[in-house]
């Protein structure tokens, strides 16, 4: 039987047509038409002017806090509860992350976040990260942010496809940044892509991305620049794969659904909270798992499915909590550290059928102490 993955790539079968397209033209550069064709239908889809095709999420995190002005000696704020992605993007700036704990939807809290503001006078910018396809409260991030003069960068690596207020995630913040990493609803095999509404920022960040090359024939710099664009090839397959897209999303849920139904009826066991003011992606399913209550706890599930060749994963790990980012400033209590203890991600991969999915929930329900297989165990 073979692997169940957490989220592996799910092509459309349209990608070999691209990609010969791309080949076929002698475009095998981090430039040329496939690549200005996918910035354009990401910015359509997500409903921002503008758009960047980067080699990944991390070097659209990184340029957007250069745009901003974020450099040395700054503070930025940042969601503890994260992959590093997002607070590595800071440090390549030499500014330092202030961390701030998450409130009831997994986010980062709007309060912690004045209390962040009114204690660390140096932070220039906020660095809110949608989690797991769950978007922050932007609503209530703004509150605070905009009377200070503080941008939000969206890292919305995790929550291309879902929706706040109604709206695409990606253009709630000054600048957003997406992921298409392999383990992402649609991926390039890896890249990203910078969105804004200020043309300047991205026309900023789009020669940054280039070395910093200056519009005259040899090459002249006069700031520091990287070599951060995306392949023609890669942005061919980002084409194929965004014509899915709403499949896909529509397939996740789908089976965080189904993971809902199956589970509902085991004690102990709860589900990442839908916020009211959106519609999340469901990236990944991710349960919490109440050892008193539950029977089993997170870890004797991950090995029991692991056991079965099922791959699962412990939610992120808060950045807090992380060895590299001792000592940096934390705001907050130990939501975030608590979820990381008690927190699962299943399988969520929108290749994932019905059956595989059934057994996954029979083995997680099978580590349960006082059930059969776990007594043969
Ligand atoms: C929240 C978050 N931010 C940033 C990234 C970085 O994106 P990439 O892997 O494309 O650099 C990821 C995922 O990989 C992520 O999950």
Request: net charge negative; aromatic share 6%; glycine share 10%.
């Amino acid at each position: 039987m073979a692997r169940i993955l957490l989220s592996p790539p799910h092509l459309s079968g349209r990608e070999l047509d691209r990609l010969r397209e791309a080949v076929e033209s002698n475009w095998i550069a981090p430039l040329g038409p496939q690549v200005d064709a996918f910035e354009k239908e990401l910015a359509e889809f997500v409903d921002v002017p503008n758009a960047l095709a980067l080699a990944s999420g991390s070097a659209a995190l990184h340029l957007a806090l250069i745009v901003l002005g974020v450099g040395a000696g700054d503070e930025v704020a940042c969601a503890s509860f994260t992959f590093s992605s997002s607070a590595n993007a800071i440090v390549y700036t030499g500014a330092r992350p202030v961390f701030v704990d998450s409130d009831e939807t997994w986010t980062i809290d709007p309060e912690l976040l004045e209390r962040a503001l009114d204690e660390h006078p140096g932070i220039r910018a906020l660095l809110a990260v949608d989690l797991y396809g769950q978007c922050c409260d932007y609503d209530a991030l703004a509150a605070v942010c905009e009377p200070r003069g503080i941008p939000i960068l969206q890292d919305a690596a995790e929550s291309l496809g879902s929706a706040y207020r109604g709206a695409p995630a990606g253009g709630q913040g000054a600048l957003g940044a997406f992921s298409f990493n392999g383990n992402k609803v649609i991926t390039t095999s890896g890249g990203g892509m910078l969105v804004s509404r200020n043309a300047d920022w991205i026309a900023h960040a789009r020669k940054l991305s280039t070395q910093a090359r200056e519009p005259v024939p040899h090459y002249e710099h006069t700031e520091i620049g990287f070599n951060y664009r995306l392949s023609n090839l890669l942005a061919a397959v980002g084409r194929a794969q965004l014509e899915v897209l709403p499949e896909r999303v529509a397939t996740r849920q789908e089976i965080n659904e189904r993971y809902r139904e199956l589970l509902a009826a085991a004690p102990g066991i709860s589900f990442m909270p839908d916020a009211e003011y959106g519609r999340g992606n469901c990236w990944l399913t991710c349960i919490v798992v109440d050892p008193e209550e539950a029977g089993t706890d997170r870890e004797r599930i991950r090995l029991a499915l692991e056991a079965e060749d099922i791959e699962s994963r412990p939610l992120w790990k808060p950045m807090h909590l992380q060895p590299v980012f001792r000592g940096a400033p934390m705001v907050g209590g130990d939501v975030s550290g608590g979820l990381f203890e008690r927190g699962l991600c299943l399988p969520s991969g929108s290749a994932l059928t019905e059956s595989d999915q059934e057994r996954v929930v029979e083995i997680l329900l099978s580590s349960r102490t006082g059930t059969k297989s776990s007594q043969s165990a």
